[in-house]
């Protein structure tokens, strides 16, 4: 089965500082998502990447896949308060044909101002 | 974005009732539909998923006579918990993938707390 590490398990930075957020796969990824959750929320669709190499950006978040599709990063820019909360990654194990995804245990962000 | 609403969002019952979660999808048509069981501090895990017309399919380990899944129309899935009891308190939440895309979003979500 297919497991994502995330890393750190958690960061607090300080307002306007710049973080990176990592998952790693035990296998290639075919589709590697990025959801945004607040505790006992929801999951906010943030991005979702395909090809190796690839790379999108949404206001000041940047994610990419690596070129062996093993690895994904998720960039913040001049962090703020809104951007708090739980980030997850997740991946669907089958290669991208049913959707059923897997996920990593998450990365707790906290941003002071 | 696409909009998934949940309901309810959140539900206390007592031991041995049984539990009603619906999954909408509001500004689209959606024939597969997933359900998650997210538990404090861990991440999601998928417990089946909701074919519109036909059986859902079960993960591992998850009881399908427990966790009921109907999925009767193209914008609507329900879970319902039966007999519930203290273990299956939890977070549950479903997600719905909108056709002929990649995206997969997700409802809000229902914390379910049973005495």
């Known amino acids: 089965s297919q497991e994502l590490e995330q890393s750190p398990q958690s960061l607090i930075v300080q307002e306007g500082k710049n973080l990176t957020i990592n998952c790693t796969s035990s296998?290639?990824?075919?589709?590697l998502y990025w959801y945004k959750q607040k505790y006992g929320e929801g999951l906010i669709f943030l991005m979702m990447?395909?090809?190796?190499?690839e790379e999108k950006s949404h206001e000041k978040i940047t994610a990419k896949l690596d070129e062996k599709k093993q690895q994904s990063s998720l960039h913040i820019t001049a962090s703020q308060p809104s951007h708090a909360g739980i980030y997850l990654c997740?991946?669907?194990?089958?290669?991208?044909?049913?959707?059923?995804?897997?996920f990593g245990k998450g990365t707790l962000l906290t941003v002071n101002p | 974005g696409a909009v998934v609403s949940q309901h309810p969002s959140r539900v206390i019952c007592k031991s041995g009732t049984s539990v009603k979660i619906e999954c909408r999808s509001l500004?689209?048509?959606?024939?597969?539909m997933f359900w998650y069981r997210q538990f404090p501090k861990q991440s999601l895990m998928l417990m089946a998923t909701?074919?519109?017309?036909?059986?859902?399919?079960?993960e591992q380990g998850v009881e399908k006579d427990k966790f009921l899944i109907n999925h009767a129309s193209l914008t609507l899935s329900t879970l319902t918990v039966t007999s519930a009891h203290p273990e299956d308190s939890s977070f549950y939440i479903c997600?719905?993938?909108?056709?002929?895309?990649?995206?997969?979003?997700f409802g809000s979500g229902t914390q379910l707390s049973v005495l």
């Open positions: 997600s719905a993938r909108v056709a002929g895309s990649e995206k997969l979003f």
């Open positions: 296998k290639t990824l075919y589709g």
């Open positions: 990447l395909q090809k190796g190499g």
């Open positions: 997740g991946a669907d194990p089958s290669g991208g044909s049913n959707y059923k995804l897997t």
């Open positions: 500004d689209f048509q959606a024939t597969t």
């Open positions: 909701s074919n519109e017309g036909s059986k859902a399919t079960y």
